[in-house]
């Protein structure tokens, strides 16, 4: 009785976590998950206490200012999207209002594994909601959802997910092209490309255009083909009755988002689902959070 007792207060235990946005390390058991989330957000409150007595502080190789944090108001704005589209309000981090989120940026997250993540936001959204094409609250739910899917350490659908957050379909559809470190960097320097050879060899200007437009569709293409691995799956969990398909695969790896959209049937997902919580609790947290209230055949 006392065991049972534990294993449901455990239970609740994480299903309290996976909602506050803590995914769990593949291997890990729930004592060692409870054990780094409050180890995460023992080390945040500490870093608050120096900031506010300081005034300033260093965090992640970051100064930010006590003045500069973003407000609560302003992250229960992203919270409203994170937890519409993915059933999480992510309490974990530190947020603060600068400018070293570079010139064309509007925000960015820092992030170590153990450590809270450090999100960035452009200093001018603290006095109004929008900056060039962006939104304050798109912005930072999109940031909330690299933090939450950091601990899959699996970036390859992760824009995806973080660019669902955005009202305008265009990027919805086309801003999770720059997936890694490179991308954008190869990008710019094929941009570049025409000019250099416009003085070195003029003759070959022409031709310099063309790496440029093969990255540039392999770029898209990649995009499109990663939308379109979610949306077959979160299609297939729509099917099996699923209300919130989305939420359920934004704590998926992109093999299992891949294997779900290749299930024929309800009962061949079940099979999975049992097969996978068997080992992972990951997989027990998605099964306890979403199996229970949408589809009650999953035991």
């Not at 965090?59 to 999480?88: G, H, N, Q």
């Not at 350490?153 to 265009?170: H, Q």
């Amino acid at each position: 009785m006392g065991r049972q007792y534990w294993k449901s207060k455990a239970t609740e235990l994480c299903l309290e976590l996976d909602r506050r946005g803590f995914i769990p390390i593949d291997g890990e058991t729930a004592a060692e998950f409870v054990a780094r989330v409050t180890m995460i957000e023992n080390c945040r409150d500490q870093f608050l206490e120096t900031l506010e007595r300081d005034g300033s502080g260093e965090y992640l190789k970051m100064k930010v200012l006590a003045s500069e944090r973003i407000p609560e108001t302003v992250r229960l704005e992203a919270d409203s999207i994170t937890e519409r589209l993915y059933d999480f309000t992510f309490s974990g981090g530190l947020g603060f209002f600068s400018d070293s989120v570079g010139f064309l940026g509007g925000g960015l997250t820092v992030g170590m594994q153990g450590k809270a993540p450090l999100f960035l936001l452009r200093k001018c959204f603290a006095a109004r909601r929008k900056w060039s094409l962006y939104y304050r609250d798109e912005l930072l739910s999109h940031e909330l959802c690299h933090a939450a899917r950091q601990a899959l350490d699996d970036p390859s659908l992760e824009e995806v997910f973080a660019y669902g957050t955005s009202p305008s379909r265009f990027r919805r559809l086309f801003g999770g092209c720059f997936v890694g470190y490179w991308d954008p960097i190869v990008f710019l320097m094929l941009a570049l490309l025409p000019l250099a050879v416009s003085f070195l060899a003029p003759g070959f200007t022409p031709h310099a255009t063309a790496p440029l437009g093969g990255w540039t569709l392999f770029l898209v293409v990649r995009n499109l083909w990663s939308r379109h691995v979610v949306t077959r799956a979160a299609n297939r969990l729509a099917d099996f009755g699923f209300e919130k398909p989305m939420a359920m695969l934004f704590r998926m790896r992109r093999d299992e988002i891949v294997h779900v959209g290749e299930l024929r049937d309800k009962g061949e997902f079940e099979r999975y689902v049992n097969l996978k919580s068997a080992k992972s609790l990951r997989w027990n947290i998605i099964r306890a959070h979403f199996g229970r209230t949408t589809h009650r055949t999953i035991p």
